[in-house]
């Protein structure tokens, strides 16, 4: 069964940092494009990063480029968001989520997401 | 990066087709066939419908349909049933390599 599942979500202060993980199974991890994307609490979805099969390409959100970094380790299979200088405005849930075809930049169409976690940036 | 425009709510009563629009630029939905739609019910994670603007994945029944003409694409759904009722969000590849979502659509099925 392909799954993905998410840990590291906290309670941080504004100004702080937190990194998320995602460990993936049933498929070949190496072969799939991957992306996190956040849910405010009551808000709609907003896409905040992608990363190519490889790792080589990583793509950023306006909203978070320089403050957030996306990495992969596909001799672990796990997927990983470092989040810096955290606002307030980043409290969310964060998914992880697979591209749905194994091409090396297809992290925008997202076929298997993780159940999140969450992310709350309060003092 | 701005959203891409969706109708807040749409209402269908089972049986009937419903149809919701999601407009962007020439910068994202008008200038790629890089258009999947996610249908998410409260407190679980969304679950991809369509991708690359009319392909269906396995599994998802074939009343879900998608579309695209110049920069508004558009997710039918055919015999309404009851399970259907969820947020309906569209998403699309940007110029600039990045993603961006819709506000989402609340269908209700009456």
């Known amino acids: 069964e392909v799954q993905l599942l998410e840990s590291g979500g906290d309670l941080v202060q504004p100004g702080g940092s937190l990194r998320l993980s995602c460990a993936a199974s049933g498929f070949t991890f190496s072969n799939y494009a991957m992306s996190w994307v956040r849910q405010a609490p009551g808000k709609g979805l907003e896409w905040v990063a992608g990363i190519s099969d490889s790792g080589a390409s990583k793509y950023y959100a306006d909203s978070v480029k320089g403050r957030f970094s996306i990495s992969r380790d596909n001799s672990k299979n796990t997927l990983s968001l470092q989040l810096d200088s955290l606002r307030a405005e980043d409290t969310a849930e964060y998914y992880c989520a697979k591209g749905v075809a194994p091409r090396a930049y297809h992290y925008y169409d997202m076929d298997v997401w993780g159940q999140g976690t969450t992310v709350t940036v309060s003092s | 990066q701005s959203a891409l425009t969706q109708p807040p709510s749409v209402s269908g009563s089972p049986g009937q087709s419903v149809t919701i629009s999601c407009t962007g630029t020439s910068s994202d939905v008008g200038g790629y066939d890089r258009v999947s739609w996610y249908q998410q019910t409260p407190g679980t994670a969304p679950k991809l419908m369509i991708y690359?603007?009319?392909n269906r994945p396995s599994g998802v029944p074939g009343r879900f349909s998608g579309s695209k003409s110049g920069n508004t694409a558009s997710l039918t759904i055919s015999g309404l049933q009851v399970e259907d009722e969820a947020d309906y969000y569209c998403?699309?590849?940007?110029?600039?390599?990045?993603?961006?979502f819709g506000g989402g659509t609340k269908l209700t099925v009456l």
């Open positions: 998403c699309s590849y940007t110029r600039t390599s990045t993603v961006v």
């Open positions: 690359d603007v009319t």
